[in-house]
Nanobody
Framework: QVQLVESGGGLVRTGGSLRLSCAASGISFSSLTMGWFRQAPGKERESVATINWSGGSTAYADSVKGRFTISRDNAKNTVYLQMNSLNTEDTAVYYC???????????????????WGQGTQVTVSS
């Protein structure tokens, strides 16, 4: 059974930081590209960041470049999203996702990911 469990969300002031974690089980985590996505109320889901199986390649949405960092620890089957300089537009439910094909490309498109977590709420107040 595949499980992706996000944690680390919460309420933070503008300019603050949060670190999200996503623990994976039931998949060959160390061979899969992982991604973070988010969905704000009334808006479509959008990509945030992606990281390849080794952690050697990453990609970011323009809206978070320079502020967010994606990383992974294959020994812990966990992917992280460090979020700095948060602003109110970052308020959303954040989801981690996993591709199903080993050694897959880094892509910022949600349909390229098969498995999804339940999401964690991030709220940034002004």
């Amino acid at each position: 059974q595949v499980q992706l469990v996000e944690s680390g969300g919460g309420l933070v002031r503008t300019g603050g930081s949060l670190r999200l974690s996503c623990a994976a089980s039931g998949i060959s985590f160390s061979s899969l590209t992982m991604g973070w996505f988010r969905q704000a109320p009334g808006k479509e889901r959008e990509s945030v960041a992606t990281i390849n199986w080794s952690g050697g390649s990453t990609a970011y949405a323009d809206s978070v470049k320079g502020r967010f960092t994606i990383s992974r620890d294959n020994a812990k089957n966990t992917v992280y999203l460090q979020m700095n300089s948060l602003n109110t537009e970052d308020t959303a439910v954040y989801y981690c996702a996993a591709q199903s094909t080993p050694w897959g490309p880094i892509i910022l498109i949600s349909r390229g990911y098969r498995w999804w977590g339940q999401g964690t709420q991030v709220t940034v107040s002004s």
